[in-house]
């Protein structure tokens, strides 16, 4: 493997770029000859600040709202169970019609779906904020959802089409990487800001303003791609986004209701029926949304999994974390930001030096083990608190550890998930990446708040929360079985033989 490719760090939760024109071309749709041609007149530094703040305000979102949940639950009159809906409707709906999404983009241009996509996301971060009951709130986390499904697609393209390549593209790609694996983080703290400052409104309308200056600032300094024609599969990401949110509903319906429950059986037979009629309308069609072969082989299906499992593990801690701080311990929305900065730090440093340092030197098979089994670790021991811990008996260490291992596991199950894509086929892969991400959080989050609810009716709050985190340990655990399977039969990737600085390959 050449030095180069151990330098562009492909960190969660977005693909490397193959550096070659016609590579990136294929990938992203972004125009060949005239890279860089209409951006250089004006401004790409602008136009790629641009690009930045929109992965990072998409990304934000999907956490901003964790810690004004108690305040959302106490205005709204949320009940405990429907709660979860604040959090997982925006991933389900970013999620199902991502891959869909991506298409668009390539049909009508990336800077013109960027645009439409944050439009859409600014008018229902303000209706959001206005919400007056359960029902609007979870409607407009909707909307934000698909919004960000139409925008983030673009802001990749986008990138490749403003930059050139080499230097510039890979200093351009290891900001983008920074912004989007640090933003989740960055969502907590200042969710808990605005929340204190200001009520938790302000989650939602702080977008209004972000995203009027990106529209402008899209406008003005990116470079439009050319379009390119394709079938959309409009059945496939029906199907799929139908059974994400039966599958999703069928487990939160139960948690309030039981297994035996009428409505949870039916939502969980929708949930198996689409998935047997994606199965048979993406087998059939010309351009599907998912790529079927992605999970015929234990290679290329493994790391997607594993994609699905580690965010399942991860929203929960978000969203149980947030529930103990405020509930428990009685922190303010602020106090529960703030008490989140060390895993925040830890995340930061570690996702900036991994990819520089410890993947050059002993390969992702050892970063990914040692990620996925800290991560494990400090969802066990999150799981050890009780109503009379502390901060700093209860949630310091864990906090540091899952920052840590967050930073160490997204890096190589990201590189090797994009590694095993065809070339021809990095958009797709990298579509198929950010759904199950999206899919598997909202999935997590469902499961661990049937737990949380059953432990909560008999043996009070904070040993439900605990039960939860625990048990939420499972998911990167079964990841890293996962690892453990697939790393012994990835062949490394040749990058060097192709000169290509592209997604780094197993050693």
Do not use: C
Request: no cysteine.
């Amino acid at each position: 493997m050449s030095t180069t490719e151990l330098n562009d760090p492909p960190t969660s939760p977005l693909p490397a770029v193959r550096s070659t024109p016609a590579a990136a071309s294929r990938a992203t749709g972004a125009p060949r000859a005239s890279l860089g041609s209409r951006s250089s007149l004006r401004g790409p530094a602008l136009g790629l600040v641009v690009v930045f703040i929109t992965q990072l305000m998409l990304v934000v979102d999907a956490s901003i709202v964790n810690v004004a949940l108690p305040d959302i639950q106490n205005e709204l009159h949320f009940s405990p169970t429907d709660l979860s809906w604040v959090v997982t409707a925006y991933a389900l709906a970013f999620g199902g019609l991502i891959l869909l999404s991506g298409k668009i983009g390539s049909i009508v241009g990336a800077r013109l779906a960027l645009m439409v996509g944050v439009g859409l996301f600014i008018v229902a971060s303000a209706l959001g904020g206005f919400a007056p009951t359960p029902e609007i709130l979870v409607a407009a986390r909707i909307l934000q959802g698909v919004g960000a499904a139409i925008a983030a697609p673009s802001t990749l393209v986008l990138l490749v089409a403003n930059t050139t390549e080499g230097a510039n593209r890979a200093r351009a790609m290891s900001l983008f990487v920074l912004a989007a694996g640090s933003g989740g983080a960055i969502g907590l703290i200042l969710g808990g800001i605005l929340t204190t400052s200001f009520g938790w409104e302000w989650v939602m309308f702080v977008n209004v303003p972000i995203g009027i200056l990106i529209i402008v600032g899209a406008a003005l300094f990116l470079t439009e791609t050319e379009r390119v024609p394709a079938k959309l599969d409009l059945g496939g990401a029906a199907v799929s986004t139908i059974g994400m949110v039966a599958l999703v509903y069928a487990f939160t319906r139960a948690a309030s209701h039981g297994w035996s429950d009428a409505q949870s059986i039916a939502s969980f037979v929708i949930a198996a029926a689409s998935l047997v009629g994606l199965v048979f309308i993406e087998r059939r069609h010309s351009s599907p949304v998912v790529q079927l072969h992605f999970f015929s082989r234990m290679r290329t299906a493994a790391p997607l999994l594993g994609m699905l499992l580690v965010p399942a593990g991860m929203f929960g801690f978000f969203y149980f974390v947030t529930l103990f701080t405020q509930k428990v311990l009685g922190f303010d929305p602020l106090g529960t930001g703030l008490a989140l900065l060390p895993f925040v730090g830890a995340m930061l440093i570690t996702n900036e030096l991994a990819p520089r340092y410890l993947l050059p030197r002993v390969g992702e098979k050892v970063v990914g083990v040692i990620g996925l089994s800290g991560m494990v670790v400090g969802l066990v021991w999150l799981g050890q608190m009780s109503a009379s811990s502390t901060f700093l008996s209860g949630i310091l260490g864990p906090a540091i550890v899952l920052g840590i291992s967050g930073g160490l596991t997204f890096a190589p199950l990201t590189s090797i998930a994009m590694a095993q894509a065809p070339s021809t086929e990095v958009s797709a892969a990298s579509s198929l990446v950010q759904g199950m991400q999206q899919l598997g959080g909202s999935v997590g989050v469902a499961v661990l708040t049937t737990v949380f609810i059953s432990v909560t009716a008999t043996s009070g709050e904070a040993h439900g929360i605990s039960t939860s985190l625990l048990l939420g340990a499972a998911f990167p655990a079964a990841a890293l079985v996962l690892f453990a399977i697939w790393g012994r039969r990835i062949p490394a990737t040749d990058g060097a033989s192709s000169g290509a600085a592209g997604p780094v390959g197993m050693h």
